[in-house]
């Protein structure tokens, strides 16, 4: 039995089919809902439901149990078992739409043993052509994607990007090591709808795993010497010391950024280290014991935002001012597509 599925404030509706996800049935109505993974571990396409219910065949990793029961759903995997209302979740930002480019590599640096960092030259970018948050998709010659997101502002047509090697990995582990200045890239730009919030003003709690540090850094160079640029606190989750690639660089952040506090945090620390241990979710210290009027943007792995969402809750955190920007897997994001 199909079930009708109305957006309260567009007031556009559509039909959705057995068997099939309200995001699904939305693109094949042509109605835009903002997604981005479609595998249930962003949570880009998360929305309320005002009326109805929804049900899963898996649990999807970027939904808690907290935000399910304060009414929340995620379109991509969520099949309707009634008719619908639904909000979404966030206002929709229009950010301009994807295109092919050809990039040519200015400058490959290894910033760490396992991430490279690498400057592109993207043909005919300009500074309106992404939002600091956003990345891009490197195109593979199977005609499958990579996402990676951009590390630094717009500035002209130069984007920096932040590569961790994957072992085994057919990008970052067999093409990366490989790269030289001058070589080019097809690539699709600018993607996600991961960006800063303006008008959500409030403090800042920035929370990234490895290089889940890359759009963090392009929005807070963005807020750089800003006067409006409101408290920052920046929590960074890695394995070693050595995973911590741009720790002396942040320490000079606080330079531009307003109220800026730095806490780096090792999951695998060795003797010497006298910094925070342990997950980064969990090592959020006792001066952010309250953090029901932080914004908050949390970006790296899907496990870490679901333990974050979960434990930023239990100190008041509202969902409706959390924002991320999860790693999912790519290979299985092309066999989904
Ligand atoms: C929106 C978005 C933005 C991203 N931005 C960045 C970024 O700025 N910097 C960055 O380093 N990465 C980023 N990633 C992750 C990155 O896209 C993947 O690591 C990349 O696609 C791996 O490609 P590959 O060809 O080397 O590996 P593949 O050949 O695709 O995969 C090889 C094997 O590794 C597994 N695998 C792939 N990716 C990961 C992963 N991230 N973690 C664990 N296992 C994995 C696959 O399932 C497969 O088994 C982002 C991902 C998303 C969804």
């Known amino acids: 039995m199909a079930f009708r599925v109305q957006i309260a404030d567009s007031g556009a509706a559509f039909d959705v089919?057995?068997?099939?996800?309200?995001?699904?049935?939305?693109?094949?109505?042509?109605?835009?809902?903002?997604?981005?993974?479609?595998?249930?571990?962003?949570?880009?396409?998360?929305?309320?439901?005002?009326?109805?219910?929804?049900?899963?065949?898996?649990?999807?990793?970027?939904?808690?149990a907290e935000e399910e029961s304060a009414g929340?759903?995620?379109?991509?995997?969520?099949?309707?078992?009634?008719?619908?209302?639904i909000s979404p979740a966030a206002p929709q930002v229009a950010f301009a739409a994807p295109e092919r480019r050809t990039a040519v590599i200015e400058a490959v640096r290894a910033l760490s043993p396992l991430v490279t960092g690498?400057?592109?030259?993207?043909?005919?970018?300009?500074?309106?052509?992404?939002?600091?948050?956003?990345?891009?998709?490197?195109?593979?010659?199977?005609?499958?994607?990579?996402?990676?997101?951009?590390?630094?502002?717009?500035?002209?047509?130069?984007?920096?990007f932040h590569i961790r090697r994957i072992d085994g990995g057919e990008f970052t582990h067999r093409r990366v090591p490989g790269l030289r200045a001058g070589d080019r890239l097809d690539i699709e730009i600018p993607h996600g709808t991961f960006h800063f919030r303006a008008q959500d003003y409030r403090p800042l709690l920035m929370v990234a795993t490895g290089t889940g540090l890359a759009p963090i850094k392009a929005i807070l160079e963005s807020l750089m010497d800003d006067p409006d640029?409101?408290?920052?606190?920046?929590?960074?989750?890695?394995?070693?010391?050595?995973d911590l690639y741009?720790?002396?660089?942040?320490?000079?952040?606080?330079?531009?950024?307003?109220?800026f506090q730095y806490c780096p945090v090792l999951s695998r620390a060795d003797a010497d280290w006298d910094g925070r241990g342990g997950y980064v979710q969990d090592a959020i210290g006792a001066e952010l014991d309250d953090l029901s009027e932080h914004a908050i943007y949390l970006c790296g792995s899907p496990a870490m935002i679901a333990d974050a969402k979960r434990a930023f809750a239990g100190r008041g955190a509202s969902l409706d001012h959390i924002y991320c920007e999860g790693f999912t897997l790519q290979n299985a994001q092309s066999a989904a597509a």
Request: glycine residues 10%; proline residues 6%.
């Open 118 to 160: 690498l400057t592109l030259q993207i043909d005919g970018l300009d500074a309106a052509g992404f939002a600091p948050g956003q990345y891009m998709n490197v195109v593979m010659p199977d005609g499958g994607t990579r996402s990676f997101s951009m590390a630094s502002k717009p500035d002209g047509n130069r984007v920096d």
């Open 229 to 242: 640029c409101p408290p920052v606190s920046l929590y960074w989750g890695a394995r070693t010391k050595a």
């Open 17 to 64: 089919a057995p068997d099939e996800t309200v995001l699904a049935a939305a693109r094949r109505a042509n109605v835009a809902l903002a997604h981005d993974c479609q595998l249930g571990g962003c949570g880009t396409c998360r929305v309320k439901l005002l009326a109805g219910s929804v049900s899963y065949a898996e649990q999807p990793l970027a939904l808690t």
């Open 72 to 85: 929340y759903a995620l379109c991509c995997q969520a099949a309707p078992i009634s008719d619908l209302v």
């Open 246 to 259: 741009l720790h002396d660089d942040i320490r000079h952040w606080g330079e531009r950024l307003y109220e």
